[in-house]
């Protein structure tokens, strides 16, 4: 057992401080033990969330010694507990209080996705080859880490004109789903703005369930905006043939 | 004097969790304004830690399934301790819903021709479960979530209910705060549905999140709803042991289903020594024979380890009781030796994920350690079986709130079927009745300022307790005397320290605002979670047997008397819990002759299964 310093962001809206907190740690513990420890004995109005504390519900988000990360899955014995340790909520987000963020706009924004939208009359048949690539993608659990660190929001606070790398990944699982009918290449174009993603990873690399948010999600989406709007060559034929590159709903009604 | 902000819908939802979400769905579809309440943010219920499936007779995987099949394991299951009229609507319907979620854009792992694939699970006579590796869980709540929104669900996250409100006996609304701010809400419905969850967190060790604390199982029973069968918690048997700061996270059933078994210390399978007598002749009886299942053979029986919870949770009691447990208490579950390591990622990628992380362990090498954790309740909130209507006009219950489906002990992947079917059924009957009420909303002013002064009064409170220290008593002492074993004299302590909580837990006191002030969350909460506690334990004093979920070291047999009786936990006027015995409902000739068959063969004989 040894006492380990913590730093922890207390304040709100309006600005705040680091406050220092002593805790004894003992084997195993993560960085939300700590601060609950800190909740229980010392601070009892040390607003932070959580849930499940497996890594499976994406609450507890927080920076700790500057590094976006989920803290319940983030041990002591991985992280220098000689200096004193830091942590702070979310950067891109308003604070509410203390470690909890406001982080309502993602919902707002996922409502620019259209639903997903299956085709009339399928067999519902898909083969685990063709989910695979989607199931990756479902395995987000909007931690919000990714759009944490995604500099167009993080930098640039650009909420209105981006969606952001998990609205991203959730536009990809409905796009790559292989019943689905629905066109989503003008959102990501225009209100969704994919194009203000400059393909630098940040995203990939905080991601708690190792989704290749980039390479699968965001560059194959890139190419198929350009493939719609910017390719020459598709275009004219497009021009000639029309552009409808999927079937469109035939009005029948689903089968069940 | 304090201000609220006040809401009006036809139906009140508190919970979103995949009951609480499904019914919400089910009665927008009916035309309500519908209003949903969560403590959580959106999306961040219990239901997202479900990990390994729901269970569905949808003969996907083996064309011999059917509900009957599923209705003969559930009652099994269940100590026939079960509302059967619940089992029968729940096993015919499962199987519509799940499909339903697939076209609402859920992602179910797949068969080999191309449908949605099913695993086995302890108690299934067959491979029932859809689901998607070991996070099922979160597709089913991300899957109701969008289609939620695609609806135009109101949800108001962050938001506690503090109590019930009520005009002439029926339910008018709630009372709530919005977490966030400290501000008070009064929602004013013609008609709510409890969708809360469980209420795990009154154990130390405890699968569940901080939600689950019980809190519609109290609500309810403060407006005189009846409880049911509150003795019977279960105690899942493989919850994380090690280090210390994970005991109690789950680790799925959906391990044993893909093949993972049980040794205790002297390296021995343990599991064929606790075959019950009730499921003798079903499960394999050698090594050999579980070892041919695995591979497939349709002749060989299913391992032991896929027993009920109940009986594996008890079994792992016993081999650390009797020395031969693993290093920190628990017993060892090894798939390692069973399965391939790539295999393994496909199969149960969080559980790799988890273990990596949290305990430094590698289980495509080595096995984990394990022990019992508190998962479950299956008693809850009596409902109608058809409706999910409560004693009390114009309150609904869907989900783990509410009893009846799962008697004295669930099978794995029973719940989250449950949600959905129950969850609709909710959702639609709330629906139905808040239409025919034609009066104007009424809430009583004087009702709702008496309970905002109460939900104030630990900030005025210099000289009380610290609401994190009671916390850990309750859960402490509730671990110790009503915990997975239990006897007359540990229950009878555990009611008076009881009695004494429950007053200290009106005596606290907090600091700081009111904005997300988890002190002051934590000191409201402990007033639910005492008067619960005291349900549990009332009712596991009664039932003087042993059965399911509830063990009893000084009646260690199930006892035919207590096989016929259902324990009501009803508050008298004056506030205190009694506990009353009632016969089971009645089960007609032709379901009997389903649930009592002896075994799968004689189903399909005699019942056409």
């Not at chain 2, 929104?149 to 506690?160: F, P």
């Not at chain 2, 695995?294 to 029986?301: E, I, K, Y």
């Not at chain 2, 394990?370 to 079986?385: A, F, S």
Request: proline share 5%.
């Amino acid at each position: 057992m040894s006492t380990v310093t913590f730093k922890v962001f207390r304040g709100d809206r309006n600005g705040g401080e680091l406050k220092d907190y002593a805790v004894e740690v003992q084997e195993g513990m993560v960085v939300l033990d700590a601060i609950h420890q800190i909740q229980a004995e010392q601070a009892p109005d040390l607003a932070c969330r959580w849930n499940c504390k497996a890594g499976k519900c994406g609450s507890c988000g927080a920076e700790v010694n500057g590094k976006p990360t989920l803290m319940c899955m983030t041990r002591l014995d991985t992280i220098d507990t000689s200096k004193p340790v830091t942590v702070r909520p979310m950067k891109t987000f308003p604070v509410i209080r203390d470690l909890a963020t406001d982080v309502k706009w993602n919902y707002e924004a996922n409502k620019k996705i259209k639903p997903f939208t299956p085709a009339p009359g399928t067999d519902w048949i898909m083969f685990q080859e063709d989910v695979d690539r989607v199931q990756e993608f479902r395995k987000c659990i909007e931690c919000f880490l990714c759009q944490n660190v995604c500099h167009v929001l993080r930098e640039h606070d650009e909420k209105t004109g981006f969606i952001g790398p998990r609205l991203l990944v959730r536009t990809a699982s409905l796009e790559m789903h292989p019943l689905d009918i629905e066109n989503r290449l003008d959102m990501l174009k225009n209100e969704g703005g994919i194009g203000y993603c400059n393909i630098t990873k940040c995203c990939t690399e905080v991601c708690p369930e190792h989704i290749h948010i980039t390479d699968n999600a965001i560059i194959p989406l890139k190419e198929r905006v350009v493939d719609e709007y910017y390719d020459p060559v598709l275009g004219f034929f497009r021009r000639l043939f029309g552009s409808k590159k999927r079937a469109e709903p035939s009005g029948q009604a689903a089968d069940d | 004097m304090e201000s609220y902000t006040t809401y009006d819908y036809d139906v009140l939802v508190i919970g979103a969790g995949g009951a609480g979400l499904r019914a919400a769905i089910a009665a927008i579809e009916k035309g309500a304004r519908v209003g949903v309440v969560t403590k959580s943010l959106l999306g961040k219920a219990h239901t997202v830690m479900a990990e390994g499936g729901m269970a569905a007779a949808m003969g996907n995987v083996r064309s011999e399934d059917n509900w009957k099949v599923h209705f003969r394991d559930t009652l099994k299951g269940g100590g026939m301790l079960n509302n059967w009229k619940m089992v029968e609507n729940y096993t015919k319907e499962a199987p519509d819903r799940v499909r339903e979620l697939e076209r609402w854009g859920a992602v179910f792992d797949r068969t080999p021709d191309g449908k949605i694939n099913q695993r086995n699970f302890g108690g299934h006579s067959y491979p029932r479960l859809a689901h998607v590796g070991d996070r099922t869980g979160l597709e089913l709540i991300r899957t109701l979530q969008d289609h939620a929104v695609k609806m135009g669900i109101n949800a108001h996250m962050e938001t506690t209910i503090y109590r019930l409100l009520t005009e002439g006996g029926a339910v008018v609304g709630a009372l709530g705060f919005n977490r966030q701010t400290g501000e008070f809400l009064v929602f004013r419905a013609k008609a709510v549905v409890l969708a809360t969850g469980g209420l795990g967190r009154i154990y130390q060790i405890t699968s569940n999140s901080w939600e689950c604390t019980g809190d519609g199982f109290s609500l309810a029973s403060m407006v005189g709803a009846d409880l049911i069968d509150m003795e019977f918690i279960q105690f899942h048997p493989t919850g994380m042991v090690w280090p210390p700061s994970v005991m109690g996270i789950l680790v799925t059933e959906g391990v044993r289903g893909e093949g993972g078994v049980l040794k205790n210390s002297e390296g021995k399978r343990f599991m064929f020594d606790n075959v019950p007598e009730r499921y003798k002749g079903e499960f394999a009886e050698t090594e050999e024979e579980a070892e041919r299942w695995l591979q497939g053979d349709r002749n060989a029986r299913r391992p032991p380890e896929l027993l009920t919870r109940d009986v594996v949770a008890r079994a792992i009691r016993k081999e650390v009781n009797e020395g031969r447990g693993s290093p920190h208490g628990g017993a060892y579950l090894d798939i390692a030796s069973r399965r391939p390591a790539d295999y393994i990622k496909k199969k149960l990628p969080s559980m790799y994920h988890q273990f990596m992380k949290l305990g430094n362990l590698d289980i495509t090498k080595e096995p984990m350690e394990v022990g019992p954790t508190c998962h479950y309740v299956m008693g809850g909130i009596r409902v109608d079986p058809d409706t999910q209507a409560t004693n009390v006009p114009g309150l609904y219950a869907a989900g783990e709130v509410a009893g009846g489906l799962h008697g004295a002990n669930r099978l794995g992947g029973n719940s989250l079927s449950d949600l959905v079917v129950f969850g609709r059924r909710a959702g639609m009957a709330a629906a139905e009745y808040a239409a025919k009420q034609t009066g104007s909303y009424q809430v009583d002013e004087a009702q709702v300022r008496a309970y905002i002064a109460e939900a104030l009064q630990p900030f005025n409170n210099p000289q009380g307790e610290n609401p994190f220290a009671l916390m850990k008593e309750l859960r402490a002492t509730m671990q110790k005397n009503a915990g997975i074993m239990r006897e007359e004299n540990e229950l009878k302590t555990q009611l008076e320290i009881l009695a004494n909580l429950k007053k200290r837990a009106w005596n606290t006191s907090v600091s700081g605002g009111r904005a997300y002030n988890p002190g002051w969350h934590t000191a409201l909460d402990m007033r639910l979670m005492v008067e619960i506690s005291e349900a549990v334990v009332l009712a596991a004093l009664a039932r003087k047997e042993s059965r399911g979920g509830h063990a009893r070291l000084d009646y260690p047999d199930p006892d035919p008397t207590f096989a016929k009786l259902n324990h009501i936990i009803r508050r008298s006027s004056d506030g205190t819990l009694h506990v009353v015995a009632e016969p089971l409902p009645e089960m007609p000739e032709d379901r009997r002759k389903i649930a009592e068959a002896k075994d799968l063969k004689e189903l399909s004989d005699k019942v056409g299964a």
